[in-house]
């Protein structure tokens, strides 16, 4: 059977005690190497799942482990398994007066030997890795570049490349394309998920749009206040009484068809690689 990334059970989140969970999840297993993307309105729970799954918050019932440690443990905060996870901020979290290569490499910090990563130097074996996750997200012509003078959908680029530089068995990301123009959007996505896929690392994104999950993740999953009210790996495809489930109301014909399109898999209504 395929390594678990991530598996949560019996799993509440209050943020007061008392009140009702902002998440409630009885069970859901991510695989080693699955894209997992999850939907839901504002205030549904996405935020607090990817928290849980980080480490950030604990959980109030139940578990999250990933890689089978407990993500609140002695284990989660060492070295060697905070290496295997990797992070996609929104607000990108980046060092803006350094190159790209340089913020690339921070991904190879947990790689090195501690004395090394104190000083900030790496290997030979290091720059390789960096300057591929570079090439991967298209950056090869800006290695050399402070990230301050790069456009927002070049610097997305150069935190999802630290992300695949670091090699991890789990890349999480909280809406890392919603600030966005959507052709820029949908291109970081297939950049992450590819990039993922080829290296077989789990990714748990959460997507602000329904047609950006289904275009570039293996599977979906939707929240409604703070429960899983759809699973693609369980439920028929996302429909338009699926997505009204989800965000409790209906959607627009226009993004209900556009989730079609999506999952028919039309490749007329992608667009184009390298625009960023
Ligand atoms: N730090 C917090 N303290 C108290 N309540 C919170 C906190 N973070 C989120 N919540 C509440 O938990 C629920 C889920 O929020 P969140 O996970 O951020 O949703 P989403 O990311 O889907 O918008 C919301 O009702 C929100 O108000
Ligand atoms: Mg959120």
Known sequence: MKREAVRISGLRVRYAPGEDPALSIDALSVAGGERLAVIGPSGSGKTTLLRAVQGL???????????????????????AFRRRHAAVFQEFQL??????LRNVLCGRLGHAPVMSSV????????????????????????????????????????????????????????????NLDPVIADDILRTVMGSA????IAVLAVVHHPSLATAHADRVVGLSEGRIVYDSAGDPPLDASALRRIYGRSLPPQIVQDVNARERGDEQRRSPRNVA
């Open 197 to 200: 896929g080829e290296r077989e």
């Open 57 to 79: 918050v604990a959980p109030s019932e139940g578990s999250v482990t990933v890689d089978g440690a407990r993500t609140v443990s002695r284990a989660a905060r060492s070295r």
């Open 95 to 100: 060092v803006e007066r350094a190159s790209v």
């Open 119 to 178: 000083l900030g130097r790496f290997g030979a074996d290091d720059r390789a890795v960096a300057l591929a996750a570079i090439e991967a997200t298209g950056l090869s012509e800006f290695a050399h570049r402070r990230v301050d003078t790069l456009s927002g959908g070049q610097r997305q680029r150069v935190a999802v490349a630290r992300a695949l530089a670091q090699a991890p068995d789990l890349i999480t990301a909280d809406e890392p394309v919603s």
